[in-house]
């Protein structure tokens, strides 16, 4: 079965740092592109992060040069690496697989963890 | 970015009922358009990518259509376990943005 499961998250004061971790079965990491999309309390979905196959990665800009996206290959999972969190940053963050025959449609999803950043 | 629209942001229907959540891109976006069911508390759900490819073990039921910078998600029956809420999202360009969402809540 195709699936990701989800961990790290909680609270986290302002300035901090943070690191959520996804691990996937059923497929290799290495061989597909895989994301982060976030949620907001009560607002709508936004994409995060993505790192392809063969390494590159792509941020939103909100969060460019503060969240590193990487991966493991040899425990096939990856990461959302985030740093100087914000107040805004406070959001549900699912990791997902973009769809090996449409790149950008996610799917699975993980389960979503909870970040929120408060003093 | 491409920013993505949705109407209504919510709307009330009866089991049974045939309802459309109409989806609209700010520049055209060819086919790369996705729908997602979500309930509360719950991960996304993907239904249809390439607005009209049904994912696997999605009921025939949704079904979608639409091309350039209209699109339209249309449950033929709606069933009480499509109460949720439905996102449009487009990956033709980066980086990928989703609609607002609609909301489909019981009459």
């Known amino acids: 079965e195709v699936q990701l499961v989800q961990s790290g998250g909680g609270l986290i004061q302002p300035g901090g740092s943070l690191r959520l971790s996804c691990a996937a079965s059923g497929f290799s990491v290495s061989h597909n592109y895989m994301s982060w999309v976030r949620q907001a309390p009560g607002k709508g979905l936004q994409w995060v992060s993505v790192i392809y196959s063969g390494g590159t990665t792509h941020y939103a800009d909100s969060v460019k040069g503060r969240f590193t996206i990487s991966r493991d290959i040899s425990k096939n999972m990856f990461f959302l690496q985030m740093n100087g969190l914000r107040a805004e940053d406070s959001a549900v963050y699912f990791c997902?697989?973009?769809?090996?025959?449409?790149?950008?449609?996610?799917?699975?999803w993980g389960q979503g963890t909870l970040v929120t950043v408060s003093s | 970015d491409i920013q993505m629209t949705q109407s209504p942001s919510s709307l009330s229907a009866s089991v049974g009922d045939r309802i459309t959540i109409t989806c609209r891109a700010s520049?055209?976006?060819?086919?790369?358009l996705a729908w997602y069911q979500q309930k509360p508390d719950k991960a996304p759900k993907s239904l249809i990518y390439?607005?009209?490819s049904l994912q696997s073990g999605v009921p025939p039921r949704f079904s979608g259509s639409g091309f350039g910078t209209d699109f339209t998600l249309t449950i033929s029956s709606l069933q009480p376990e499509d109460f949720a809420t439905y996102y449009c999202q487009q990956y033709n360009t980066h980086p990928p943005t989703f609609g607002g969402g609609t909301r489909v809540e019981i009459q």
């Open positions: 520049q055209g976006i060819n086919n790369w």
């Open positions: 997902a697989r973009d769809y090996p025959s449409s790149p950008g449609f996610f799917d699975p």
């Open positions: 390439a607005a009209s």
